[in-house]
């Protein structure tokens, strides 16, 4: 299947600090992206829905200004969290497809975001 | 509202058969998505279905009946590796993926 790599894996940050995370399809153009947060023991809560070239379409409840998102090639989206708070630690995954009807979603391999 | 059930937990023992469900109520139907989860590392993907009937790929099979809103995934001859988390999606009419909360399954000797 087609490759998603998500970087970095993990990363401890102070609090006030922003943290950049990277996520490139390596062997296909991925027309949209999706960015997920996860807690532990729970299901993929959808953050933001990226198209290349357009505004991130934000979920309700998450803040646009905290999380910033940037689709700015058909092989790259990139998550800011800006002014991280401990409260923002927790597993950020992201996912690319190539179409927009009936393609499976890859995902990158996560980030485990950790705010001290 | 668009809504995912998926039993929280199941056990099974190695070598045995299990059988996950999921039902779901969306807006709009585009397929269903199996993907395996083991705790902290990513999803990946298992099976797709958009039509009625049985897929099969290897030790795993997956069922969707569009009419009753329900599918299951379908594991064989269980190995201590299938241990993780199954998660069911549904793509929507906008083609949004819909996920339920998934199913920790675990397996024991």
């Known amino acids: 299947g087609a490759v998603v790599s998500q970087h970095p894996s993990w990363v401890i940050c102070k609090s006030g600090t922003s943290v950049k995370i990277e996520c490139r399809s390596l062997?296909?153009?991925?027309?949209?992206m999706f960015w997920y947060r996860q807690f532990p023991k729970q299901s993929l809560m959808l953050m933001a829905t990226?198209?290349?070239?357009?505004?991130?379409?934000?979920e309700q409840g998450v803040e646009k200004d905290k999380f910033l998102i940037n689709h700015a090639s058909l092989t790259l989206s990139t998550l800011t969290v800006t002014s991280a708070h401990p409260e923002d630690s927790s597993f950020y995954i992201c996912s690319a497809r190539a179409g927009t009807t009936h393609t499976e979603a890859f995902f990158g391999q996560g980030t485990r975001l950790t705010v001290v | 509202g668009q809504n995912i059930d998926q039993p929280t937990e199941m056990t099974a023992t190695e070598g045995a058969i299990v059988q996950i469900n999921c039902t779901y109520q969306t807006s709009g139907f585009n397929g269903l998505f199996w993907y395996q989860q083991h705790a902290g590392e990513a999803p990946t993907f298992l099976s797709y279905n958009v039509l009625d009937g049985l897929e099969e790929k290897g030790r795993f099979s997956s069922f969707l009946s569009r009419s009753k809103g329900y599918s299951y995934l379908l594991l064989k001859e269980l190995q201590m590796k299938d241990s993780a988390s199954y998660l069911c999606a549904v793509m929507d009419s906008n083609y949004q993926l819909i996920w339920g909360a998934g199913t920790k399954l675990i397996i024991k000797p």
């Open positions: 990226s198209n290349e070239g357009s505004k991130a379409t934000y």
């Open positions: 062997d296909f153009q991925a027309t949209t």
